[in-house]
């Protein structure tokens, strides 16, 4: 019942007790007084009174247990929820140092093969001769650029 | 009548319940945010084979580069999935 959990427990227990006795303590008020002439008259109307109390508190009781259930399911699901988000972070922080740590020595090895470019092969006498000799020539130049540029075509296109 | 018709919607309100625990999937790290950058071309001027070796081993470099943030974002994907699947059990 979704308003119980708005109400104090201890406030709810109480009531729902109270009547689940009180209706106890009906029927059996309802089945002694026949006995007695005077309020023998008010024997069925105890009777019900006690009968739908009785099963009003049983009806209460049930709904009382039902939340406690599902306040239950939802403290295991919070507790369940909490431990993956910290696992989740543990995992972000994984995987964003090793991504960061790879792209630097990504970064750093072609950095390095530039430098060797520049320091050693820029000075061997085959590759001096070659390059003067033989410049690159302009259509290789204009499909190497267009290959580097293909995802700009691409782009075009989707527009 | 009215009576109890209020009186069973109440009543039937009692089968309700909502529970309260919303589960978000996590945000992607940053570092996995990062666009991959354009390609470099050859200037005009640059005709000479070891001005195109240099603008190969860039292009090679920001591919690899690229290709280790694809490789970390897939591999972030599985694992939150897996982690945010299990949290439901």
Redesign the interface.
Known sequence: ???IQYLPDAMVAIVVWTICLGGAAAWIVSKAVKWLPGVAAYKTPLEIIGIVALLFGAYLQG?RA?EAV?QQ??QD??A??A???A???E???E??T???E??RV??E???E??KY??RE??KNNE?IK??ER???P?P??DA??AA??M??AAAGEQK | MKWLVSVATIFL??C??????K?TF?DV????LDRCP?????A?T??????????V?????TY??CA??HD?MV??YH??KE??N???K
């Open positions: 019942m979704w308003f709904g039902n599902w399911r939802v699901l919070e369940q929820v431990a993956a988000q696992k989740s972070a995992k972000n922080v995987i964003q090793k991504v960061v790879k792209t990504v970064r090895k072609g950095q093969i530039i470019v520049d092969i820029v590759v070659y390059v033989c410049p690159v302009q290789i130049i190497h650029n580097a540029a995802n700009r | 309100a009692g309700t319940t909502v529970v309260p625990v589960q996590p790290p940053t570092a996995l354009q390609l470099v071309q050859l005009p640059e005709t000479a084979i070891t001005d195109l070796l240099r603008v081993v860039k292009n090679y470099t690899y580069e280790v943030r970390g591999e972030w694992i939150q982690i945010f299990g949290a439901n």
